[in-house]
């Protein structure tokens, strides 16, 4: 009794510290405010979740069975299906779903304050991210681990099969462009990070050939080796670029680069995996949980003041980095961190084939996405240190801010937002780069940014290494995603050929193999080339329509989840998935709907096109801008009709789901629920867990 | 606390994974040969990257 006591007084501390940080955060006007408020507000927020909310969906809407067999029990494989510590699962699953996303989207958000995103990133996760990825995990794992295409063809029918398969291809594609597009923004006459990045590959095959050959399979010897080579290629850096010489070899364009990133996600494609994709994957994971780990650490320990107002100008929707309003524009830019559909293919893939006990679903689903989420709120505040003028100076591109130093810092500072080119330069010297300017696509910010809390909390002196050590660490994880995204569109496509002609089919047929990684290639490889010489920066195209493909994802797996819940006689708790699935579909129609009929150049993808189109007709256009013009034009046409059809899409799901829910509901045949016999686990009783 | 962490670090990076597979193995088909430590983790690897590991 005493106990119980004790424990509800320490939940309502909790809850009142949440509440006060979160209305400290929310209410502030005008002083700055110290980031350990949003620390604060969003650890108290993500553990009343996970003690509350997480608890009920366990206990009562899946109403998870802990004497219930898992697929990893009853199957025991000794492969895809092992009964494995909960711990384990979680490290495995956490490193599969925490990409790059997560830091580049809140960090482009912060052109709207950091209020709009940080609310997003708490709300969308706890009642959004969360859940989806929770319920996925559990409706998979009573499913003997089927993946999300299945389930959606077996409980929904097979347009919600076809639509996940489909949604799941157009978003790698988008995704992997537009996250070349930010190595490509960051490496840009820069030796430095350019020659870091290049070092990383050979770093990765001389790792794989240790695993494979010298010392096979010591994963952690290899990892440890490569881990160091990283350090030393950070700072071999700075002594290629201090020699002119060898600076020269790594000093490069935008557009060549890409061709470079192109070639190379070619050859990543084809080259087999224990030469490049996997010992890159095991030095980017190790990589990303330290980093990850080391920025919580400096934020904690030296809680920096947050620059950035609570809300900018920008709300208006003529925000620099991309065009639109803060609804809905700032829950389309932050997608993972918030709620991410891809996650639904994570945990309806390997993981729930490692489950040893359903109770672990909460800990893992659930706890797992509110790490996540923790993670985007980490990047919210490494973007809104830097000052105001200095963050929109860095991810402006020229085309919207001028491209001379001077347009760039006046047009800035009319903003509201005051910088100077002395400002910039000293900045742009102290990291050891030539320019800072218009690196659009948040990587660099957020080098920035980490690289003056690491700065502050470890060692002024390092700044640039830091710099370039946070950048490295992207790069790294962007190329593993590159490499990884291009190797599954290529299965997906040559799945596809396969039912045209069988050969096709075959994964270990090469021609087919280089085929079908040629089309993928080429498929985001056009992507990334038109966001290089597009002047706005492609980022201000690229992003909005990943985060839309992103969102409609996350509503066939919400769809899935809610026909599923409906269909078991729970329909008194669909609202549980119903919601964050009608506000997922509010928001992606209203962007998809912006971006088709705004007459703003910026936002509306058909108002863009005719008004170069024009231009070009006049003959406004300046020469260089004329030549790119018409494949502009054509990019800005076929984003549009792409964006239609991620709508189209969303809601043929949707209306799929309440007809399959109508029909069950007035006693209709509905496709049977798939969910696998009852089967009492043999672990619990004879099983000491922990 | 390092006893209890290494155990965890090595089988999180699939350090490990090959004596888990021989353990497996003793018990699930005692009597075929099991693979060697090399013939083990290349087959594991391929099959790894078979399917999506990674999100964005």
């Given at each position: 009794?005493?106990?119980?006591?004790?424990?509800?007084?320490?939940?309502?501390?909790?809850?009142?510290?949440?509440?006060?940080?979160?209305?400290?955060?929310?209410?502030?006007?005008?002083?700055?405010?110290?980031?350990?408020?949003?620390?604060?507000?969003?650890?108290?927020?993500?553990?009343?979740?996970?003690r509350?909310?997480?608890?009920?969906?366990?206990?009562?809407?899946?109403?998870?069975?802990?004497?219930?067999?898992?697929?990893?029990?009853?199957?025991?494989?000794?492969?895809?299906?092992?009964?494995?510590?909960?711990?384990?699962?979680?490290?495995?699953?956490?490193?599969?779903?925490?990409?790059?996303?997560?830091?580049?989207?809140?960090?482009?958000?912060?052109?709207?304050?950091?209020?709009?995103?940080?609310?997003?990133?708490?709300?969308?996760?706890?009642?959004?991210?969360?859940v989806?990825?929770?319920?996925?995990?559990?409706?998979?794992?009573?499913?003997?681990?089927?993946?999300?295409?299945?389930?959606?063809?077996?409980?929904?029918?097979?347009?919600?099969?076809?639509?996940?398969?489909?949604?799941?291809?157009?978003?790698?594609?988008?995704?992997?462009?537009?996250?070349?597009?930010?190595?490509?923004?960051?490496?840009?006459?820069?030796?430095?990070?350019?020659?870091t990045?290049?070092?990383?590959?050979?770093?990765?095959?001389?790792?794989?050939?240790?695993?494979?050959?010298?010392?096979?399979?010591?994963?952690?010897?290899?990892s440890?080796?490569?881990?160091?080579?990283?350090?030393?290629?950070?700072?071999?850096?700075?002594?290629?670029?201090?020699?002119?010489?060898?600076?020269?070899?790594?000093?490069?364009?935008?557009?060549?680069?890409a061709?470079?990133?192109?070639?190379?996600?070619?050859?990543?494609?084809?080259?087999?995996?224990?030469?490049?994709?996997?010992?890159?994957?095991?030095?980017?994971?190790?990589?990303?949980?330290?980093?990850?780990?080391?920025?919580?650490?400096?934020?904690?320990?030296?809680?920096?003041e947050?620059?950035?107002?609570?809300?900018?100008?920008?709300?208006?929707?003529?925000?620099?980095?991309?065009?639109?309003?803060?609804?809905p524009?700032?829950?389309?830019?932050?997608?993972?961190?918030?709620?991410?559909?891809?996650?639904?293919?994570?945990?309806?893939?390997?993981?729930?084939?490692?489950?040893?006990?359903?109770?672990?679903?909460?800990?893992?689903?659930?706890?797992?996405?509110?790490?996540?989420?923790?993670?985007a709120?980490?990047?919210?505040?490494?973007?809104?240190?830097?000052?105001?003028?200095?963050?929109?100076?860095?991810?402006?591109?020229?085309?919207?801010?001028?491209?001379?130093?001077?347009?760039?810092?006046?047009?800035?500072?009319?903003?509201?937002?005051?910088?100077?080119?002395?400002?910039?330069?000293?900045?742009?010297?102290?990291?050891?780069?030539?320019?800072?300017?218009?690196?659009?696509?948040?990587?660099?910010?957020?080098?920035?940014?980490?690289?003056?809390?690491?700065?502050?909390?470890?060692?002024?002196?390092?700044?640039?290494?830091?710099?370039?050590?946070?950048?490295?660490?992207?790069?790294?994880?962007i190329?593993?995603?590159?490499?990884?995204?291009?190797?599954?569109?290529?299965?997906?496509?040559?799945?596809?050929?396969?039912?045209?002609?069988?050969?096709?089919?075959?994964?270990?047929w090469?021609?087919?193999?280089?085929?079908?990684?040629?089309?993928?290639?080429?498929?985001?490889?056009?992507?990334?080339?038109?966001?290089?010489?597009?002047?706005?920066?492609?980022?201000?195209?690229?992003?909005?329509?990943?985060?839309?493909s992103?969102?409609?994802?996350?509503?066939?797996?919400?769809?899935?989840?809610?026909?599923?819940?409906?269909?078991?006689?729970?329909?008194?708790?669909?609202?549980?998935?119903?919601?964050?699935?009608?506000?997922?579909?509010?928001?992606?129609?209203?962007a998809?709907?912006?971006?088709?009929?705004?007459?703003?150049?910026?936002?509306?993808?058909?108002?863009a096109?005719?008004?170069?189109?024009a231009?070009?007709?006049?003959?406004?256009?300046?020469?260089?801008?004329?030549?790119?013009?018409?494949?502009?034009?054509?990019?800005?046409?076929?984003d549009?009709?792409?964006?239609?059809?991620?709508?189209?899409?969303?809601?043929?799901?949707?209306?799929?789901?309440?007809r399959?829910?109508?029909?069950?509901?007035?006693?209709?045949?509905?496709?049977?629920?798939?969910?696998?016999?009852?089967?009492?686990?043999?672990?619990?009783?004879?099983?000491?867990?922990? | 606390?390092?006893?209890?962490?290494?155990p965890?670090?090595?089988?999180?990076?699939?350090?490990?994974a090959?004596?888990?597979?021989?353990?497996?193995?003793a018990?699930?088909?005692?009597?075929?040969?099991?693979?060697?430590?090399?013939?083990?983790?290349?087959?594991?690897?391929?099959?790894?990257?078979?399917?999506?590991?990674?999100?964005?």
């Amino acid at each position: 009794m005493n106990n119980n006591f004790t424990r509800s007084l320490a939940w309502f501390m909790v809850a009142i510290l949440g509440a006060f940080a979160l209305s400290g955060i929310a209410l502030n006007r005008g002083e700055s405010i110290n980031a350990i408020w949003l620390i604060a507000a969003a650890a108290c927020i993500y553990a009343l979740a996970y003690r509350f909310y997480a608890a009920w969906i366990a206990a009562s809407v899946l109403t998870l069975d802990e004497t219930r067999a898992t697929p990893a029990e009853r199957y025991d494989d000794g492969r895809d299906f092992v009964p494995t510590n909960r711990w384990i699962v979680f490290g495995h699953h956490f490193a599969a779903i925490a990409g790059p996303g997560p830091l580049i989207g809140p960090t482009l958000a912060a052109q709207f304050g950091y209020l709009p995103g940080t609310l997003w990133i708490l709300i969308g996760a706890v009642l959004g991210g969360c859940v989806q990825d929770m319920t996925t995990l559990f409706f998979s794992t009573r499913r003997n681990g089927r993946s999300l295409g299945q389930m959606a063809r077996d409980e929904l029918g097979p347009i919600g099969g076809i639509a996940a398969l489909v949604g799941t291809l157009m978003i790698m594609v988008i995704l992997i462009a537009v996250l070349g597009l930010v190595v490509v923004n960051a490496m840009k006459h820069s030796p430095w990070a350019t020659s870091t990045v290049a070092a990383t590959i050979p770093i990765a095959m001389l790792v794989g050939l240790y695993m494979r050959n010298i010392r096979p399979g010591r994963v952690l010897e290899g990892s440890i080796i490569g881990l160091g080579l990283l350090l030393l290629a950070v700072a071999g850096g700075r002594w290629i670029n201090d020699d002119a010489t060898l600076r020269v070899i790594f000093d490069h364009e935008g557009l060549t680069l890409a061709w470079f990133v192109i070639g190379y996600g070619f050859l990543a494609a084809i080259l087999p995996v224990w030469m490049l994709l996997a010992p890159r994957d095991y030095l980017s994971t190790f990589m990303k949980l330290g980093t990850i780990l080391l920025l919580a650490i400096a934020i904690i320990v030296m809680q920096p003041e947050i620059r950035m107002p609570a809300l900018t100008r920008f709300i208006d929707g003529s925000g620099p980095i991309f065009g639109g309003s803060v609804f809905p524009f700032v829950f389309i830019t932050i997608a993972c961190g918030a709620v991410s559909g891809f996650h639904a293919l994570v945990a309806s893939g390997t993981t729930p084939k490692l489950l040893a006990n359903e109770r672990d679903i909460r800990m893992i689903g659930y706890g797992g996405m509110l790490l996540e989420s923790f993670v985007a709120i980490m990047a919210m505040i490494a973007a809104t240190v830097l000052d105001p003028g200095v963050f929109f100076a860095i991810n402006s591109p020229a085309g919207v801010v001028g491209k001379a130093a001077a347009d760039a810092v006046a047009t800035i500072s009319s903003w509201g937002f005051p910088v100077t080119v002395e400002q910039m330069e000293r900045l742009a010297h102290e990291m050891g780069e030539a320019t800072l300017f218009a690196r659009t696509g948040g990587a660099p910010s957020l080098a920035v940014g980490m690289a003056s809390i690491f700065g502050s909390a470890f060692g002024q002196g390092m700044l640039a290494m830091w710099y370039h050590f946070a950048i490295m660490f992207e790069a790294v994880f962007i190329l593993t995603t590159l490499d990884a995204g291009t190797r599954v569109g290529r299965f997906m496509l040559q799945d596809f050929l396969g039912n045209l002609w069988p050969r096709l089919g075959r994964t270990s047929w090469y021609p087919s193999v280089i085929l079908s990684s040629a089309l993928i290639v080429a498929a985001w490889g056009y992507f990334l080339y038109i966001g290089v010489i597009d002047p706005n920066g492609g980022v201000n195209i690229l992003w909005p329509l990943f985060g839309i493909s992103n969102q409609m994802l996350a509503a066939i797996a919400l769809s899935v989840g809610t026909g599923i819940l409906v269909k078991s006689g729970k329909f008194r708790f669909a609202w549980v998935t119903g919601i964050p699935l009608t506000w997922l579909a509010i928001i992606t129609t209203a962007a998809a709907w912006e971006k088709l009929t705004s007459d703003d150049v910026r936002i509306g993808f058909f108002a863009a096109a005719n008004d170069l189109a024009a231009k070009l007709a006049d003959g406004a256009l300046p020469p260089e801008k004329a030549a790119v013009a018409p494949q502009l034009i054509f990019n800005q046409q076929l984003d549009a009709w792409l964006t239609l059809f991620f709508v189209l899409l969303l809601w043929i799901i949707i209306l799929d789901m309440l007809r399959v829910c109508s029909r069950h509901l007035r006693g209709k045949p509905v496709p049977p629920c798939t969910e696998s016999a009852h089967e009492p686990s043999r672990l619990v009783e004879n099983w000491v867990r922990d | 606390m390092w006893q209890k962490l290494w155990p965890i670090l090595r089988q999180l990076s699939g350090d490990d994974a090959y004596e888990r597979y021989l353990a497996h193995h003793a018990k699930a088909h005692p009597e075929e040969p099991a693979l060697a430590r090399k013939e083990f983790f290349q087959r594991e690897q391929e099959r790894k990257w078979n399917g999506i590991r990674r999100c964005c």
